[in-house]
């Protein structure tokens, strides 16, 4: 699994923090996460439900709200219409990069802002709410004592989980304004709802008034002894699950060939899907993307191409020299290169500035031979006099046989064994 920030501009302008969990590989299908009241995109119950749906082919963003964790604005400002335009814009960024999401995910009153949201999200194809509340203004309640002095004063600071937040106004009369009967009955997607019996801050209650507001398809799943942020990993762990299942029938599976078998010595790589040009390389049973730097359109989640080319020269430096001073028994404690790479408007158009620092009791001839044996490194002389490069057409694998359909006569005997049972 690959995780890496994914930051994007709010609908009001100001920059919201994310987090993109990628599968090992190319996703099956993206979904966009909202984060309970007050809460942020690091919530257990969003780094552990994002993580596991990753696991599971799913491409998950997570982010910040408006005024909390690592965004921007102030969170007295926000308001849940401002919620929802988060999401709308945050489904947008992904869609930019090529990761339009198809599932949308909502905990608590990030339920509510997902319900509210996908009708403005035609791409979505299904909606999830964990421990999500019918009546939005039901977080009023956690405002206690505080709400008439913020309706009359226009403010208040309200401790929520132990931490104060200014609350204004504006975010209660907002509330108001939304009728959650309506937007769930004409929602139009299938709707899972998970919501635990036990659950102290919105109550079951709620779920039933969703799943009784909604239309067909839906599907109702308890979280037996959950709390209501999920804390239990084993809570999360099984959400992630069901929600991966359900979702299996309404996500359109991302199509990917395979690519064909390679050599021991070769080399793989194939895009995933994620954004505009991340791709997986596979070498010597190890896995890892590149990409190119947000600056130029990519994610920046890995090293680039001419990234990894003066990598290559800096490991074979550094392995050269290892074997160099092995075979002179020399006292060559660590070797470390540090390798840049600048292009030119005059020739050579490409250079690689390399730096060695070599470690251990060595004297000063020993250092200096050292530095001129890094230029007889295999990569270096390669680079110096120029490779050809062959390239053919390569062919997609054929898909695996069909299984033959089983002959009239089995059909026959299993008829017979069920009239027998």
């Known amino acids: 699994m690959i995780t890496h920030r994914f930051d994007f501009d709010g609908a009001d302008g100001q920059r919201l923090a994310g987090q993109l969990d990628l599968p090992d590989g190319r996703p099956r299908a993206y979904a966009l996460f909202a984060h309970c009241f007050t809460c942020s995109r690091k919530s257990r119950a969003a780094v552990r439900i994002a993580r596991a749906l990753a696991l599971k082919g799913i491409g998950v963003l997570r982010f910040d709200f408006t005024g909390l964790g690592d ?7 926000t308001t849940f219409s401002g919620n929802v335009r988060d999401l709308v814009a945050a489904s947008g960024a992904l869609a930019r990069q090529g990761m339009a999401p198809s599932l949308l995910i909502g905990h608590s009153l990030g339920g509510a802002a997902a319900l509210a949201a996908a009708a403005q999200l035609p791409e979505i194809t299904a909606v999830a709410t964990i421990a999500a509340p019918f009546d939005v203004g039901h977080v009023t309640r956690l405002f206690g004592d505080k709400l008439d002095e913020l309706t009359t004063k226009g403010e208040a600071k309200v401790d929520l989980g132990g931490t ?10 907002d ?8 937007t769930i009955a004409h929602l139009k997607r299938p709707l899972l709802i998970l919501h635990g019996p036990l659950d102290q801050i919105v ?21 037996d002894h959950a709390d209501h942020l999920l804390t239990g990993s084993v809570d999360a762990d099984y959400a992630a699950d069901v929600i991966a299942a359900w979702a299996s029938r309404y996500l ?12 021991d010595d070769a080399v793989v790589v194939a895009e ?18 590149a990409d190119e730097p947000a600056d130029v359109g990519g994610l920046g989640s890995g090293p680039s191409p001419y990234q990894l080319l003066s990598a290559a020269l800096g490991a074979c430096t550094a392995m050269t020299l290892r074997m160099y001073a092995n075979q002179k028994s020399w006292p060559l404690d660590r070797v470390s290169v540090t390798v840049g790479h600048t292009k030119r408007t005059e020739e050579p158009r490409d250079v690689f500035s390399r730096e060695v620092v070599v470690e251990g009791a060595l004297d000063a001839a020993q250092q200096e031979r050292l530095i001129e044996i890094a230029n007889k490194c295999p990569v270096h002389r390669t680079l110096e006099r120029g490779a050809a490069v062959e390239t053919r057409k390569g062919e997609i694998p054929p898909l695996p046989p069909m299984v033959s359909e089983p002959p009239e006569q089995h059909f026959t005997d299993m008829a017979k064994a069920c009239e027998d049972c």
């Open 175 to 182: 509330l108001r304004d939304h009728d959650p009967g309506q």
């Open 252 to 263: 359109a599976e991302a199509e990917a060939a395979t690519p064909a078998a390679p050599r």
């Open 164 to 173: 104060p937040f200014t609350i204004r106004r504006s975010f209660v009369d």
């Open 71 to 77: 965004s921007g604005g102030e969170f007295a400002d």
């Open 203 to 223: 109550g079951i209650d709620n779920a039933s008034a969703i799943f009784l507001a909604a239309r067909h398809p839906k599907s109702f799943v308890s979280l």
């Open 272 to 289: 995933t899907g994620a954004g505009r040009y991340q791709v997986e390389v596979r070498a010597a049973g190890a896995r890892f993307v």
